[in-house]
């Protein structure tokens, strides 16, 4: 069975200031590795992935992850922090066969502080 | 807009009623998932289908939860006999089955049960 935690249900930071939103995985398999965002009221957007190859990863709006396999980890990062970043990053895992669908976290709210 | 629409965006009902949701997928998306996300959570898996088959369901998809996918099209997911703990979003996710598998998400079907 696989699983995700993510640290911290909530993360406050100041506009340009580093965004860092912490995941770690538990997987009996090689995983896939995803974060996706949601604005209020909306769907899930993905903004990047990992699935085999270079195991740090960029993706829209700045944001980018680092797959580090001995611990387990795939933290979300962004340099300097917007506020049309404020929303909800949920980090996923799958085992790349698809039958079992994403297992999510349960999602961190970020806030951007003026 | 990922291309992934469903309706209705909001559903009110009164307990004991059925309900019926709709997703269509991105044209030539062979692959379908529905998650349920109650407030505060992740989504979580309930069913997958590979163009019509219904291949997997979650142990959370209970007898009164029925989805189908005729001629692997559109899907839609009725909730018999709807209880006030069904009151949730339910999301629908496409992809094309590939190395690098993604999920695009529509913008969710919002479920209060009354």
């Known amino acids: 069975a696989q699983s995700v935690t993510q640290l911290g249900s909530h993360v406050s930071v100041s506009e340009g200031a580093l965004v860092l939103l912490r995941c770690n995985y538990s997987?009996?398999?090689?995983?896939?590795l995803f974060w996706y965002v949601q604005y209020p009221n909306q769907g899930l957007q993905l903004l990047l992935k990992y699935t085999t190859g270079a195991t740090l990863v960029k993706g829209i709006n700045g944001f980018e992850a680092e797959f580090k396999k001995s611990e387990t980890s795939f933290h979300l990062t962004k340099p300097s922090a917007h506020m049309s970043d404020a929303a909800e990053y949920f980090c996923a895992v799958s085992d790349g066969g698809g039958a079992d669908g994403l297992t999510f976290g349960k999602g961190t709210h970020l806030i951007i502080q003026p | 807009d990922t291309g992934v629409s469903q309706n209705p965006r909001h559903k009110i009902t009164k307990r004991g009623q059925n309900v019926t949701f709709r997703c269509d997928p991105i044209s030539e998306h062979n692959r379908l998932y529905w998650y349920r996300q109650t407030l505060g959570q992740g989504p979580e898996f309930l069913t997958y289908f590979q163009n019509e088959a219904q291949l997997e369901k979650s142990r959370l998809l209970s007898d009164r939860f029925s989805a189908e996918r005729p001629k692997g099209s559109f899907s839609t997911l009725e909730i018999q006999r709807t209880e006030q703990g069904d009151s949730a979003m339910y999301l629908c996710a496409t992809e094309v089955v590939t190395r690098q598998e993604t999920q695009y998400f529509g913008p969710g079907t919002r479920l209060l049960v009354l």
């Open positions: 997987s009996s398999v090689p995983p896939y």
